[in-house]
């Protein structure tokens, strides 16, 4: 069993800066993992994954180039640095691990959420 824990939400200005952890127990080490919003009123979508080695990430079009997904294996952290933040970045963000062979989620697992506030 594998379980998730966000840290490092706040809130800031836009333009801002904020790093978010997810601490995981339990095996991931052959795991891909993602991060993913949900702002108010609208569905979760995918920010960012990474592979399970670490060495291949991607970004949804709208953070690509301000944020940095990273992971570290000796402590088994997932990260996500945010730069230049921007208003419409505000939301609930998730971490999740380890790809639903099934289908039926994109993601086995997930944390409870850490929420980010930007403001003008």
């Known amino acids: 069993q594998v379980h998730l824990a966000e840290s490092g939400g706040g809130s800031v200005q836009a333009g801002g800066s904020l790093k978010l952890s997810c601490d995981a127990s339990?095996?991931?080490?052959?795991?891909?993992m993602g991060w993913y919003r949900q702002a108010p009123g609208k569905q979760r979508e995918l920010v960012s994954g990474?592979?399970?080695?670490?060495?291949?990430?991607s970004y949804s079009n709208s953070v690509k180039g301000r944020f940095t997904m990273s992971r570290n294996a000796a402590d088994n952290t997932l990260y996500l640095q945010m730069n230049n933040l921007k208003t419409e970045a505000t939301a609930v963000y998730y971490c999740?691990?380890?790809?639903?062979?099934?289908?039926?989620?994109?993601?086995?697992?997930w944390g409870q959420g850490t929420q980010v506030t930007v403001s003008e």
């Open positions: 990474i592979s399970s080695s670490g060495l291949s990430a």
């Open positions: 999740a691990a380890c790809r639903d062979p099934a289908g039926v989620r994109d993601y086995l697992y």
């Open positions: 339990g095996d991931i080490s052959r795991c891909g």
